[in-house]
């Protein structure tokens, strides 16, 4: 892939994570908090798209031959690469959503009444 079309894909995926997370209630500010984590995240969604299509023929487990004598079965390395991105890929989403949750845990732990009386006020009002 040419890198002007990884950064036009790159830039996609940033542009939809931001929305989805703005959708989740983050400000601005804390949007560029995570601007880095977002990088990163999206650049992990292509690779992963990638070598998804890489290892769509290949097969989990593949021969092998040291030279030593050694033959046999290992598993195949394109798969191994392909969990390792997934688990970072999966710690940087886990992340992203945990602070835009705990914004938003925040906010409604304002809204929430402290007392009977603040709930039957606010019921009152409405």
């Known amino acids: 892939m040419e890198k002007k079309e990884l950064d036009a894909r790159k830039r996609k995926e940033v542009n939809?994570?931001?929305?989805?997370?703005?959708?989740?209630?983050?400000?601005?500010?804390?949007?560029?908090l995570?601007?880095?984590t977002i990088e990163n995240v999206a650049w992990m969604c292509?690779?992963?798209?990638e070598a998804s299509d890489a290892i769509?023929?290949?097969?989990?487990a593949i021969l092998?031959?040291?030279g030593g004598g050694q033959k046999g079965i290992r598993q195949n390395p394109h798969f191994q690469g392909y969990e390792s991105l997934w688990k970072s890929y999966i710690i940087g989403m886990t992340q992203i959503?945990?602070?835009?949750?705990?914004q938003k845990d925040a906010?409604?732990?304002k809204l929430r009444p402290t007392s009977v009386i603040q709930l039957v006020r606010s019921r009152k009002e409405a």
Request: glycine share 8%; aromatic share 2%; charged share 35%.
């Open 34 to 36: 995570l601007l880095p």
């Open 64 to 66: 092998y031959d040291n």
């Open 16 to 32: 939809r994570l931001k929305k989805l997370i703005k959708a989740l209630g983050a400000d601005e500010e804390r949007i560029k």
């Open 46 to 49: 292509i690779k992963l798209e």
């Open 97 to 102: 959503m945990g602070t835009v949750g705990a």
């Open 56 to 60: 769509a023929t290949s097969d989990v």
């Open 107 to 109: 906010k409604s732990e």
